[in-house]
């Protein structure tokens, strides 16, 4: 192979990472970037062993979506199914998603509709759709998509570990209408939280003892909390404690939720890579923050770590475990794969 071609395909590789890595992320270079990458993979055999095509594209999608070219995005997202872009739910969805955004809600229902006649017992389906329809205001859609999804977890036992973020996505949902939880949230949240305790008898169950004399087991590390605001937490968190956005806060310079979850994916990493912590997130919901601040007297706008702290100790099973897999949703609640999400190189971090 000439040496010529060789750092070819090394330059576009390296101009994409550092592009994706950039702080702050310039949409611009992405783009480029995202564009150079496909314009050779689709050319050149060396450049396809490096790359793989409809994931690219699908990046490609999502980079011209993030920048309002939406036409661009369809046209591509497309191509990336056609080219055998894989994943859960359809990958016909990611249309779907792309066309919410586009404000097509039509087509994009029909493709749910489709999807849904193909993959009637696909969980992922729901949540993605409910999902969508939430993020465009339109919760009585969102809510009875949703509410299939639950009834299918629950009735399979939840193989894909989906009730948390369901319970979450209604929660969200009956608020916006002014609905109060109903008997299938109940069920879920008991579900839950009995797989939770659960889960935890068997770890209890399977641990090595250690009371061999002269034998000293190695310290377990412990589990750390790092508090979070969800999105549907987060505007309102922002008005209450302006601190926040200010220079070292958690939201500095008023960052989107999508730049404060790549700073706590940062703030994630670092904590795990000390090795002496089992990394953890705690959700924080504003009126829940209020209430226990008020039984002890607290600031609520200084106690957010012994609110997470508390919430470890106390009800664990509300917790939000790090890292997903790379394939499992991300944890941030935007019901992209992990590693598409809070996952990629442009956090610094890989799941």
């Given at each position: ?40 993979t ?29 036409d ?17 739910p359809d ?8 066309l ?18 193909d ?44 009730i ?10 009956m ?9 299938l949230?109940a ?22 003892p ?13 589990l ?62 504003v ?43 991300c944890w ?17 971090v890989?799941?």
């Amino acid at each position: 192979m000439p040496v010529n071609h060789l750092s070819e395909v090394e330059r576009i590789e390296r101009q994409l990472a550092s592009a994706m890595a950039a702080r702050p992320r310039d949409d611009g270079a992405c783009l480029a970037a995202l564009q150079d990458a496909v314009a050779l993979t689709r050319t050149d055999a060396d450049a396809a062993e490096v790359f793989y095509l409809p994931e690219l594209l699908d990046e490609l999608a999502q980079a011209y979506a993030d920048t309002g070219r939406f036409d661009e995005a369809l046209r591509t997202i497309r191509e990336a199914v056609d080219a055998g872009l894989e994943g859960l739910p359809d990958s016909r969805c990611r249309i779907a998603e792309i066309l919410m955004r586009a404000g097509r809600v039509g087509e994009a229902e029909a493709i749910w509709t489709q999807v849904r006649a193909d993959t009637p017992g696909d969980v992922w389906l729901f949540n993605n759709a409910g999902l969508e329809y939430a993020a465009v205001g339109d919760h009585v859609t969102a809510l009875a998509w949703l509410t299939d999804g639950m009834s299918i977890a629950l009735d399979s036992g939840d193989p894909e570990r989906l009730i948390p973020q369901l319970i979450d996505l209604r929660r969200t949902s009956m608020t916006q209408l002014d609905m109060e939880a109903d008997d299938l949230q109940a069920r879920a949240a008991d579900f839950h939280a009995e797989r939770e305790r659960d889960s935890r008898q068997r770890i209890l169950r399977t641990a090595a003892p250690a009371a061999v004399t002269g034998w000293r087991a190695a310290a377990t590390p412990m589990l750390v909390a790092l508090s979070w605001f969800p999105a549907e937490e987060y505007d309102e968190a922002l008005a209450r404690w302006p601190a926040l956005t200010e220079p070292g806060g958690a939201a500095a310079g008023g960052r989107s939720h999508a730049e404060y979850c790549r700073a706590m994916q940062v703030k994630l990493a670092e904590a795990a890579d000390s090795g002496m912590a089992r990394v953890s997130i705690a959700p924080i919901r504003v009126d829940a923050l209020l209430s226990w601040c008020a039984e002890r007297g607290e600031n609520p706008g200084e106690a957010r770590a012994g609110y997470a702290a508390d919430l470890a100790r106390t009800r664990p099973e509300q917790l939000i475990s790090w890292p997903p897999g790379r394939n499992e949703p991300c944890w941030c609640g935007s019901a992209r794969k992990y590693k598409k999400c809070c996952g990629t190189p442009r956090t610094g971090v890989h799941g």
